[in-house]
């Protein structure tokens, strides 16, 4: 049932897509209007929520990503540098 609704939906969007180009958007160009029409369409849609503690949880493992990959950039031109010695 789910995938009859989601199909339903792009075919309604591809009809007003065709409606807005070929009809509307035509007919203004035809007698040289500056408009154009532009159409938005919002439809209801699965949502995710993030807790607190996951956004949190998410930024201190962005920050020890970013920690870990200064640690090996450092260290990486220290070996090199003594290396090149």
């Known amino acids: 049932m789910i995938g009859f609704f989601f199909h339903f939906h792009k075919i309604f969007i591809h009809v007003i897509m065709i409606f807005l180009q070929k009809g509307l958007n035509a007919r203004l160009k035809h007698y040289n209007s500056p408009i154009t ?41 220290s070996i090199f540098e003594n290396a090149a010695r």
């Not at 201190?60 to 870990?68: A, E």
């Open 37 to 77: 029409v532009v159409a938005f369409i919002i439809m209801p849609a699965a949502t995710h929520s993030y807790t607190v503690d996951a956004l949190k949880g998410q930024a201190v493992m962005k920050q020890l990503r970013d920690t870990v990959t200064e640690i090996q950039n450092n260290l990486g031109k």
